[in-house]
């Protein structure tokens, strides 16, 4: 991986102040992460996106599955997922430096649709995986970080740079995997619409017959896709769903821990709270409290 990256981001994350954290940036869907120790595991809905490390190590993980990259290494989600993402190799004297970048899909597509002879489908597989970051990748990324210095140029170049990214991953070594997350009407497609069904009705109960035709798929064939894209099966990934709402709701002050329960579609509290603590490791007005840095008494 490119060096200059590398020492682009070490100074972008100097002028943030060196603390730990995700950040935020001006491109927008373009998110610094810095870790000066190892983390537990942080849940949270990955978006199709590109994730970079420039520095250390960090570990994924998806249902069954476990994804660990390393300095040079870009991980490729290619739909929405609910997931376990921790550091797993830094220190203060070499902290963990990484960057996210969401992907729009539709803008692979028309990149898609541009190459000739287009990439063939890669075979059926998860909607993640790591390859090696390669240096036209990290060109494309270290432009973005440069833009941040002139944020007026942002609107008029981040597009192209996003195009050129979309480019390089549809004609790389991973191009069959990346075809396999655009390609239109595919299965990664169509599983994404019923994960958005399912996002959209997280209260109501997982009715595979229905998610099936919505794919436009036999049940059976809708439940294999959805189990190899994901690692989880529909009522996993709908759990795991509604327990991260239920977190977000607390954690912005919209609902209690009663209130979250009955919204994600929970009908028993004490059900919500045995599920609640063997994701997040502890219950959830304990969880809510210690994640906001309230004294617990």
């Not at 993640?128 to 432009?143: H, K, N, S, W, Y």
């Not at 210095?149 to 996003?162: E, L, S, W």
């Not at 109960?205 to 190899?228: C, E, G, W, Y």
């Not at 959830?284 to 008494?297: C, N, Q, S, T, W």
């Amino acid at each position: 991986m490119s060096s200059a990256l590398k020492l682009a981001l070490n100074r972008r994350m100097d002028r943030l102040g060196g603390g730990d954290g995700p950040f935020a940036t001006a491109v927008d869907g373009l998110y610094l992460m810095r870790a000066t120790g190892e983390t537990l595991p942080a849940p949270r809905i990955y978006r199709p996106a590109l994730c970079i490390v420039a520095q250390g190590a960090k570990r994924l993980m998806l249902g069954e599955s476990t994804f660990d990259y390393r300095e040079g290494q870009a991980l490729v989600i290619g739909l929405e997922l609910p997931v376990l993402g921790r550091v797993v190799q830094a220190s203060a004297e070499r902290p963990f430096l990484g960057l996210n970048l969401d992907l729009d899909i539709q803008v692979m597509r028309e990149v898609l649709t541009r190459l000739d002879p287009p990439p063939r489908p890669g075979p059926g597989a998860c909607g993640v995986f790591v390859g090696d970051l390669g240096e036209r990748l990290a060109d494309c990324v270290l432009r973005l970080l440069r833009l941040l210095d002139t944020p007026a140029a942002i609107p008029v170049i981040q597009p192209g740079i996003m195009r050129e990214i979309c480019y390089w991953l549809l004609t790389g070594p991973h191009a069959g995997e990346v075809c396999r997350i655009a390609l239109p009407s595919g299965p990664t497609e169509r599983i994404a619409g019923a994960i958005h069904q399912l996002r959209e009705d997280i209260a109501q109960p997982v009715r595979i017959d229905t998610l099936a035709a919505a794919a436009n798929m036999s049940p059976s064939t809708f439940h294999q896709h959805f189990k190899t894209l994901t690692s989880m099966t529909p009522l996993q990934y709908q759990k795991q769903l509604r327990l991260l709402e239920a977190r977000r709701l607390m954690l912005a002050g919209e609902a209690n821990a009663s209130a979250a329960a009955y919204r994600v579609g929970y009908e028993s509290a004490s059900q919500f709270s045995r599920e609640y603590s063997r994701m997040f490791g502890t219950p959830p007005k304990r969880d809510v409290k210690a994640a906001l840095g309230v004294a617990i008494a």
